[in-house]
């Protein structure tokens, strides 16, 4: 079955340590998001990227940094820089094309970061 | 920029009650409008969607209505079940991105 996997599921980070999140999908999809998710805030755009080796900043991206190499794989780097990366981090995945204009987003189940 | 709000951070109906969750976005596009849903531990799941104007989503007993004139995509439900606990995400998707609601607490009491 197609979908997208996020590992690892539990992440601890020590201070002044980057950690990486993991983010591969299966589904043949142009496009990937990384969203941050608090508690009574909802989803909140960290980068996303549309084709390989480019991709743009969302609404909070300082502290973090991403790559795009290849198509099914969208990396997410926390930075000592990001002072308050305790969340839970969503990758997503969708389809792009003039054909297939907003189309929805599919979702990962997550990574849980928190500081030690 | 585009935006969405979700009135309601959490509702608390009894089983069999009727529902709706408010939702309102604002926009300059001609979006698609979504509704997620997420359960404890894992990442949203599209639950009903509606491409454009007057289309209507439906899952499970679920409804949403797109309505250009009063810019909402409420979700509704005739009958709650307590397996319909959850949080609820009203989302639109414009030409680049996504923009979610804060997210709507679904807990059915038995």
């Known amino acids: 079955d197609g979908g997208i996997t996020q590992s690892p599921k539990y992440l601890f980070r020590k201070e002044g340590q980057n950690v990486t999140l993991s983010c591969e999908q299966n589904?043949?999809?142009?496009?990937m998001y990384w969203y941050r998710q608090d508690p009574g805030q909802g989803l909140r755009l960290i980068y996303y990227s549309q084709i390989v080796n480019d991709f743009q900043k969302g609404d909070i991206a300082e502290g973090y940094s991403v790559s795009r190499e290849k198509k099914e794989s969208f990396p997410l780097t926390v930075t000592s820089a990001q002072k308050n990366p305790t969340a839970f981090y969503l990758c997503?995945?969708?389809?792009?094309?003039?054909?297939?204009?907003?189309?929805?987003?599919?979702f990962g189940d997550g990574t849980r970061l928190s500081i030690l | 920029g585009d935006s969405v709000v979700q009135t309601e951070g959490q509702v608390l109906p009894s089983e069999g009650d009727s529902l709706i969750v408010n939702c309102s976005y604002e926009?300059?596009?001609?979006?698609?409008l979504f509704w997620y849903v997420q359960y404890p531990g894992e990442g949203p799941q599209l639950h009903l969607k509606?491409?454009?104007?007057?289309d209507k989503g439906r899952n499970k007993g679920f409804e949403a209505m797109y309505r250009k004139e009063t810019t909402s995509f409420h979700l509704e439900k005739d009958s709650v079940q307590e397996s319909d606990s959850a949080v609820y995400f009203c989302a639109l998707s414009g030409s680049n991105d996504m923009r979610f609601g804060a997210g709507t607490r679904l807990t059915v009491k038995p």
């Open positions: 589904l043949n999809h142009d496009a």
């Open positions: 926009t300059t596009q001609y979006p698609s």
């Open positions: 509606a491409m454009k104007a007057n």
């Open positions: 997503a995945s969708s389809i792009l094309g003039q054909a297939y204009s907003n189309q929805p987003q599919h």
